[in-house]
């Protein structure tokens, strides 16, 4: 069994990308709730599609997009193939949610959801290596 400090050096870390101050910081502090799981932000999608090929993420919280789902931070961050699992949060509507399917997420999570919902999103998107 491992000790609480070699888990912590493997627990999951995960990028957000999302240009809501209020989603950001609350989703976050919730995340980094989950027992030694870490978090950053980043709001420009350029930089994150580069951090995220860095190989330092597990997973990515990307925002939908507001009025074009298809150029939206999601959308690109999937289309920009990074090999990191992308979990979509999104208020939007069913029919631009199934404009990304074919592009493939990890998962997608509907404004709004609670802790639990979140919770098991990341555990689904995440390696298994890294619970």
Do not use: Y
């Amino acid at each position: 069994m491992r000790t609480f400090l070699e888990r912590a050096k493997t627990m999951p870390k995960v990028l957000i990308v999302e240009d809501h101050d209020e989603v950001a910081r609350t989703v976050g502090v919730v995340i980094e709730g989950f027992n030694g799981w870490s978090v950053e932000r980043e709001i420009d999608v350029a930089k994150a599609i580069e951090r995220l090929r860095s190989g330092e993420f597990d997973c990515v919280l990307a925002n939908m997009g507001k009025r074009n789902p298809m150029n939206g931070n999601a959308a690109t961050i999937l289309k920009a193939q990074t090999g990191v699992p992308v979990i979509v949060i999104t208020g939007g509507l069913r029919k631009s949610l199934d404009a990304l399917a074919p592009l493939k997420p990890a998962v997608i999570l509907q404004k709004p959801f609670d802790k639990s919902t979140l919770f098991l999103a990341l555990v689904a998107a995440c390696p298994a290596d890294k619970l």
